[in-house]
């Protein structure tokens, strides 16, 4: 399994790490952002929809009680945050596989509310170092395709 890992010492760096995904992301991908409370994954998220070319006066915010935003850009983007959900059949009534493995970008905050913790996708891992520094490992897990990890290998090496 590829794994990259960078520390970001801001927001603002974190923010930049996520646009440069979110740009080379060409086609449908589940991204998944793990870490704690306040790791950084709204930041990260934010970036992402930047570099997919949601327009920069668009707030991102965490779906914390609609669990899913959706924003229109370049490829569609589905903006999940799983925490407050307390049932997975929840997943089912909002259509969440349709997203997931649909035609856009579906980004998973709190996948551990998932049933399937080896869910294949693009696993990013936030770890608060300090209050400014964030250890961010990018993983690829399961059948994900050769482009993509392409793309990683020259946006994090
Ligand atoms: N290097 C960094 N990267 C990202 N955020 C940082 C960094 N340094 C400090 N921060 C701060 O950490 C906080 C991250 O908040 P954010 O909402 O992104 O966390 P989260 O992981 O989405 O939390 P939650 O689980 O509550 O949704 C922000 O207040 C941000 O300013
Ligand atoms: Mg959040």
């Known amino acids: 399994m590829s794994l990259w890992s960078v520390v ?6 974190t923010l930049e790490i996520g646009e440069k995904l979110g740009r080379l992301l060409m086609q449908p991908t589940l991204v998944l ?4 409370l306040g790791a950084g994954k709204t930041v990260f998220a934010r970036g992402v929809a ?30 999940f945050d799983l925490y407050r959900l307390s049932d997975p059949d929840e997943l089912i009534e909002l ?14 905050e709190w996948p551990e509310k998932l049933e399937n913790p080896e869910t294949p996708g693009l ?5 608060r170092l300090d209050d400014e520094r964030r250890e961010i490992e990018v993983f690829l897990k399961g059948e994900t395709s050769k482009d993509l990890s392409v793309a990683l290998q020259k946006v994090f090496s």
């Open 8 to 13: 970001s010492c801001g927001e603002a760096q």
């Open 33 to 36: 952002l793990q870490g704690d």
């Open 50 to 79: 930047r570099g997919l070319g949601v327009a920069a006066d668009t707030p991102i915010t965490s779906p914390t009680f609609t669990l899913m935003n959706h924003y229109q850009a370049r490829l569609d983007l589905y903006h």
């Open 95 to 108: 259509g969440f596989d349709d997203y997931a493995y649909g035609s856009g970008v579906a980004l998973i």
């Open 123 to 127: 696993w990013v891992n936030l770890k």
